[in-house]
């Protein structure tokens, strides 16, 4: 693949991750993220949210919620999320602190607070190489079925990509396409390193 990918959502759970499991297994270069201060996976309430740091392992998470109610996150999906998640990494990353991973060309968002973030961390970061980076923005609902929907929408707007020899030259059309194609609005900015 031509490409570098980041997938971000806000914790580093579901969107992002459903999405970098697909493209990884099918040979992307893919690294994903969360914004968010803290990673928060629902609770027995509203009120009570599971709120662990980033850099926790899956594992970790895994363990601590089948230790407090294993039907109750089994039922809800976090459990196999988790399970999911642990296959990929180690642990969620946050975005603004992942300068070290190296630069990516194309950075999707799946939520539009996520996507203004990465482009405001973006535009606070030292700009020494001035390399482009694409920063698409695709609507998809914190939910296990959205995120599958969102993943595979993201996954065949990265092929679309990397059949161009130059996204620059070619991504009005490209996501002209995607939004005639699947009904689904897109924002984009390009920023820089």
Request: proline fraction near 4%; aromatic fraction near 10%; charged fraction near 30%.
């Amino acid at each position: 693949m031509k490409f570098r990918y980041a997938m971000v959502c806000s914790s580093n759970q579901n969107r992002s991750m459903e999405a970098h499991c697909l493209l990884k297994k099918q040979g992307f270069h893919v690294s994903s993220y969360g914004t968010g201060t803290h990673v928060k996976l629902p609770g027995p309430s509203l009120r009570e949210p599971n709120v662990y740091d980033f850099g926790t392992p899956y594992k970790l998470m895994f363990d601590d919620l089948r230790r407090k109610d294993p039907d109750l996150y089994k039922r809800n999906g976090i459990l196999p999320m988790l399970k999911r998640n642990l296959s990929v990494k180690l642990a969620p990353q946050r975005w603004q602190d992942n300068a070290a991973d190296g630069y990516f060309d194309i950075v999707f968002t799946f939520e539009e607070k996520v996507f203004d973030m990465v482009l405001e961390d973006l535009h606070n970061r030292d700009q020494v190489l001035l390399k482009s980076v694409l920063v698409i923005n695709l609507e998809v609902k914190d939910n296990h079925e959205e995120a599958a929907v969102g993943a595979r929408l993201a996954f065949d707007l990265c092929e679309q990509i990397e059949a161009v020899e130059s996204w620059e030259d070619s991504i009005d059309d490209i996501l002209t396409s995607f939004e005639n194609k699947h009904r689904r609005k897109l924002m984009y900015s390009i920023s820089f390193y």
